[in-house]
């Protein structure tokens, strides 16, 4: 084995411009399969991270009879709270706004303006002198054109379906990667949602913060956070095997240009070949030391790609990419603005590991034919 690699070593270094040009794009090939999984890997974690800090925190109990995928049951998905600790309510009315005399359909939310367990900043609806203080997200701000300051008027129907309208007050516009808690939203203190609507003491759905621990709840069921945040890991899943398709047809393309190699260094050195038999080796030695060779293209294209490509993700890891706000506003998907990739061990090691034994696989398809070669034809040339 070590006068194979010594062999195959000479022997690609002795090739010169063609060797280079396949481990170079064997590692822009190496550096697209890392940065790609890596953006992946970073989206991921910093939607899973923005998604339980603003919106799943420890997990849900729903009202039996609410259903967040039906919005015509939100008329009558709620219920009276249980006396349960560590457990923020949220009650959910269907309403109006009429910015500049435009009607807007929205989801009203009341929540407790002293709540901690997710980062809205529902404090301000506390401290505000506005009769009905209320504070919205940027999508919802940009879709309704309106503004901190704002007053609009607000339609709605209490718990016997009589519509009443009152002027509210937009005290703040928080920024929020999260669309799930802002597009088409606005949240006011649930005190006066009790209020206004007569459901004193009611909720559609409740928040766990991290202290909680789970009992069954009669009429609530609950969900953890894996399960609430379900939704995105399969979307992170669907981008993984989209990408994936990608990367592997670069991947080919640059195997391609090594198996093209291969066949063409075994055509032409025939009578080498030829010569390593008669000297004693046994065909599939030779074998081992074309495909030893043809390997080596895989370790030459990692070590060009760490000379340009470590710096190169470095900086893109520290800078991020940047991601207009709009291209996530319409799928309703947690995205922020700039992404910093994450390129874990795990994910540089199998990549190693995925273009080694692809390029060996490769080698090996072509030099197999050194097995059926005739020693004394090969000496001479004339190996069809």
Not at 174 to 202: H, P, Y
Not at 310 to 327: N, R, V
Request: net charge positive; charged share 20%.
């Amino acid at each position: 084995m070590k006068l194979a690699l010594q062999l195959g070593y000479k022997n690609l270094v002795g090739a010169g411009l063609r060797t280079w040009l396949n481990a170079g794009v064997l590692s822009f090939c190496f550096i697209i399969i890392i940065f790609f999984n890596g953006l992946i890997d970073g989206w991921n974690q910093q939607a899973r991270i923005d998604s339980t800090e603003w919106e799943v925190a420890n997990g849900h109990l729903l009202h039996e009879n609410y259903d967040t995928s039906d919005p015509f049951s939100i008329k009558d998905g709620h219920g009276e709270l249980p006396q349960q600790e560590n457990l923020t309510p949220v009650l959910i009315r269907q309403a109006s706004i009429y910015p500049d005399g435009r009607m807007v359909n929205i989801s009203l939310k009341g929540i407790k303006p002293a709540q901690q367990t997710i980062k809205l900043p529902t404090q301000l609806l506390s401290t505000s002198d506005a009769e009905i203080p209320a504070i919205i997200g940027k999508r919802m701000a940009n879709a309704a054109k309106l503004k901190k300051g704002d007053q609009v008027l607000l339609r709605w129907r209490d718990k016997n379906g009589t519509f009443d309208a009152a002027n509210i007050t937009i005290v703040d516009v928080f920024d929020c990667n999260v669309a799930t808690i802002d597009a088409g939203q606005v949240w006011i203190s649930m005190d006066k949602l009790w209020e206004m609507t007569g459901l004193n003491n009611r909720a559609t759905y409740l928040i766990a913060n991290n202290k909680y621990q789970h009992q069954n709840i009669a009429h609530w069921n609950f969900k953890d956070k894996e399960e609430l945040l379900q939704e995105l890991t399969n979307l992170i899943e669907t981008k993984k095997v989209s990408g994936a398709i990608f990367y592997l047809l670069l991947l080919t393309i640059a195997l391609l240009a090594i198996f093209d190699t291969q066949v063409l260094s075994i055509f032409r050195r025939q009578k080498e070949i030829g010569t390593y038999i008669s000297l004693g080796m046994t065909r599939w030695e030779v074998v081992k030391l074309f495909t030893v060779e043809g390997s080596f293209y895989s370790i030459f294209g990692m070590l060009l790609a760490s000379i340009y490509g470590t710096p190169l993700l470095i900086y893109i890891a520290k800078k991020g990419i940047a991601f207009p706000s709009e291209a996530a506003d319409g799928m309703g998907i947690s995205i922020s603005d700039v992404i910093h990739p994450v390129f874990g061990l795990s994910l540089i090691v199998g990549t190693i590991v995925l273009v080694i034994i692809s390029a060996t696989i490769v080698s090996f398809l072509p030099a197999r034919k050194i097995a059926k070669m005739n020693p004394v034809l090969a000496l001479k040339g004339k190996v069809q």
